[in-house]
């Protein structure tokens, strides 16, 4: 683990002198490889799912798990796109001359070596890699042993495509071992390793954040809302529920609660619960949820705050809009949350009193992803606020360098200051 740190370090200082011309040429060629390297992944992808499905593994799980030729080709689209995109290495921010005439600028530079720990979901191996090269970055990844010969095999393909590049082979790399102990094993390299940024389930994002050593970027689970005012379109309504939940059950960014303003309860849940039913969504709802529908079950107080990753649902009714505000602050994860209302006084009033990474005004949760927001991808769901919040994209894996400029300048130490 060390010595694979300590390449990726050396990696990092190398590619801080790259080009962007250079990383954008070494995003092609990877590209390129995906491609050509197409049926040696899905042979590896499929010694992993028939190992998955053996163990008996969830569908959730076996969805995350699988890639198929035109997510890979998806994957190669990305990693070209990426390459087209804005260079953020080496930005000016900021800029100034102060009166004795010394030049203060404000200047992008990479994180240096990322970490990632990720379970089961193979297209962040990709997605990780192609985002850190892009930022000047050397990527350490750390999947799960589930997709063990998938990112084996990506990461293979995509080392191979930079070694006739400027960008080092040892920019890439996939952390050794398949136990517990290499994690904790990368979460003490504080110094060799920058920054670690988790993407999973609620466990592995707490255990990373309470027993890193090294900085962590939190990324969070996807407990997502959708609430429907009482000034809602419920056309409109019932569209935004049914992709936010069924579009792709098994992502973060998928809705997981239903919360109904009373005054369109009568006219709205009838006609969503048998839509949702139709999908094959299991309700956990309320009292008054379940007066609508003898199917719907009851919700207990742990499906609030779930993230069930499936085709099940919890729903409410609310009293008002500040009722589902106070639900959504009580029981959600910071993630995403969405309002569907025809009035611009509750769209604000709920955009301006939820505190989350993410809010949705007559839209999809599903929207809550960096390559719809025009990122190219995204590395994670940031639920934090210190120095990156919501989709993080190429900006979000740089920080900021003070290039101070010149001319003989000395200062002149005031007698009041320490």
């Not at 010694?47 to 190669?76: C, I, N, P, Y």
């Not at 309002?339 to 989350?356: C, E, G, K, M, W």
Request: net charge neutral; charged share 20%; proline share 3%.
């Amino acid at each position: 683990m060390r010595d694979a740190a300590l390449a990726a370090r050396e990696a990092a200082v190398r590619l801080a002198s790259t080009t962007g011309a250079e990383r954008a040429t070494a995003l092609r060629a990877i590209a390129v490889r995906l491609t050509a390297s197409t049926a040696d992944i899905l042979a590896a992808n499929g010694r992993d799912m028939a190992a998955a499905e053996s163990a008996g593994r969830s569908a959730t799980v076996l969805d995350r798990l699988k890639v198929t030729e035109s997510q890979l080709r998806a994957l190669a689209d990305m990693a070209a796109d990426l390459a087209t995109q804005d260079d953020p290495v080496g930005e000016t921010e900021s800029g100034a001359v102060m009166p004795n005439g010394l030049e203060v600028r404000r200047i992008r530079v990479p994180l240096g070596v990322v970490g990632v720990i990720y379970e089961g979901r193979p297209n962040v191996t990709v997605d990780a890699a192609a985002l850190c090269l892009k930022s000047g970055n050397a990527a350490l990844l750390r999947g799960s042993s589930s997709a063990r010969y998938t990112n084996a095999a990506l990461v293979t393909a995509m080392r191979s495509a930079l070694a006739d590049t400027a960008v080092p082979a040892d920019a890439v790399q996939l952390v050794p071992g398949t136990t517990h102990a290499s994690v904790h094993e990368l979460m003490a390299l504080r110094g060799l390793v920058d920054v670690l940024v988790p993407r999973g389930g609620r466990e592995l994002i707490r255990a990373t954040v309470r027993e890193s050593a090294v900085p962590v970027i939190e990324t969070g689970v996807g407990n997502c809302h959708v609430y429907v005012d009482e000034h809602a379109d419920l056309d409109k309504a019932l569209a935004v529920l049914l992709n936010a939940k069924t579009q792709r059950p098994s992502v973060c960014n998928a809705t997981e609660s239903l919360l109904v303003h009373e005054a369109v309860a009568a006219r709205f849940l009838p006609r969503a619960l048998a839509a949702l039913a139709g999908h094959g969504v299991v309700v956990h709802g309320d009292a008054r949820v379940r007066s609508f529908d003898d199917a719907v079950v009851p919700a207990t107080e742990e499906d609030w705050g779930r993230e069930y990753l499936a085709l099940e649902l919890s729903a409410a009714v609310v009293g008002s809009l500040d009722a589902a505000v106070a639900h959504i602050r009580r029981h959600g994860s910071g993630h995403t949350e969405a309002i569907v209302t025809d009035s611009q006084t509750a769209a604000r009033r709920f955009v301006a009193t939820l505190d989350t990474a993410v809010v949705a005004v007559n839209a999809s949760t599903r929207f809550a992803d960096g390559g719809e927001l025009g990122l190219g991808t995204e590395l994670g769901i940031s639920t934090q606020k210190l120095h990156a919040r919501g989709p993080m994209g190429l900006t979000a894996l740089t920080t900021a360098k003070y290039v101070l400029v010149g001319d003989g300048h000395t200062r002149s130490q005031a007698a009041t200051r320490p």
